[in-house]
C-alpha cells in the first residue's frame, strides 16, 4: 500500500533562518507528491507537486521541495522564513493503485507538521 | 471565481440526529471527496466521487452517507451511526482528464460539526 508520513509533530524556526519540514513515502511505481499548506479552520491550499523531471521543486511563497528517490523522501525547504509561514503542513501522494481505470485515484496525506516561526 | 463552498461553517448538533454537510463546487470538476481531519492524525478519506451517480467508500466511510446527483454537488450525511462524528470536514475536488495525476485536490474552508 502507498504511504507517506512526516517524523515530525512540530518545526520551530526563528525568522529569517531557513526551515526542513520531512516527508517520506512508500510507493509502487513513479511517485506523484505533494505539499499542502492549512492556516486555522482554513482548508488546505496547494504549494507545490512533483511528477518528473527536476529533483527540486519550486512553489508558492518562496517554498521548494527536494525529491530523494534513494531516500525516498520530499522535505519541503524555504531558505529564510518568515513569521506567516507558521500553520499546519501536509505531504501527500497519489495512490496510483487506487485507479481502476479511472484517473479519480485517492490523495493518501501524511499527519501533518505545525511550523511555528519565531520572530 | 471558481472554487469550493462549504457550508455551514460551524455546525452543531444533538447526538442521535443525523446532519447533512453542504459542498458546491463550480471548477467543472469530475471527482469530489470528502475528508475527515482530527488532531494529530491527518485526513482520512470517507467517500469520494468520480462522476455524477456514481461513488466510492474511502477509508471512513462507516457512519456517513454521500449522493452525487450533480456535478456541482456532493453532499455527505452524517448519520446518527457515527460514533465519533464531533470533527472538521473538508470538501475537495479535481479533474479526472488523462493528465490529471498531476492535478491537486482543490479544498473549500470546512464544516465544523459538534455533536453534543
Known amino acids: 500500500a502507498q504511504s507517506v508520513a512526516q517524523p515530525e509533530d512540530q518545526v520551530n524556526v526563528a525568522e529569517g533562518n531557513p526551515l526542513t519540514v520531512k516527508c517520506t513515502y512508500s510507493?509502487?511505481?513513479?511517485?506523484?507528491l505533494f505539499w499542502y499548506v492549512q492556516y486555522p479552520n482554513r482548508g488546505l491550499q496547494f504549494l507545490l507537486k512533483?511528477?518528473?523531471?527536476?529533483?527540486l521543486v519550486k512553489g508558492s511563497y518562496g517554498f521548494e521541495a527536494e525529491f530523494n528517490k534513494s531516500q525516498t523522501s520530499f522535505h519541503l525547504k524555504k531558505p529564510s522564513a518568515l513569521v506567516s509561514d507558521s500553520a499546519l503542513y501536509f505531504c501527500?501522494?497519489?495512490?496510483?493503485?487506487?485507479?481502476?481505470?479511472?484517473?479519480?485515484?485517492?490523495?493518501?496525506f501524511g499527519s501533518g507538521t505545525r511550523l511555528s516561526i519565531r520572530p | 471565481d471558481g472554487g469550493i463552498t462549504q457550508s455551514p461553517k460551524y455546525l452543531f448538533r444533538k447526538e442521535g440526529q443525523n446532519v447533512t454537510l453542504s459542498c458546491e463546487q463550480n471548477?467543472?470538476?469530475?471527482?469530489m471527496y470528502w475528508y475527515r481531519q482530527d488532531p494529530g492524525q491527518g485526513l482520512r478519506l470517507i467517500y469520494y466521487?468520480?462522476?455524477?451517480?456514481?461513488?466510492q467508500k474511502g477509508d471512513i466511510a462507516e457512519g456517513y452517507s454521500v449522493s452525487r446527483e450533480k456535478k456541482e454537488s456532493f453532499p455527505l450525511t452524517v448519520t446518527s451511526a457515527q460514533k465519533n462524528p464531533t470533527a472538521f470536514y473538508l470538501c475537495?475536488?479535481?479533474?479526472?482528464?488523462?493528465?490529471?495525476?498531476?492535478?491537486?485536490?482543490?479544498f473549500g474552508n470546512g464544516t465544523r460539526l459538534t455533536v453534543t
Open positions: 475537495a475536488s479535481s479533474p479526472t482528464t488523462p493528465s490529471a495525476h498531476n492535478s491537486p485536490l482543490h
Open positions: 510507493v509502487s511505481g513513479n511517485p506523484y
Open positions: 512533483y511528477i518528473t523531471g527536476d529533483n
Open positions: 501527500a501522494v497519489r495512490d496510483m493503485s487506487s485507479l481502476e481505470g479511472s484517473s479519480a485515484s485517492k490523495i493518501i
Open positions: 471548477l467543472n470538476h469530475d471527482a
Open positions: 466521487s468520480q462522476i455524477v451517480n456514481d461513488f
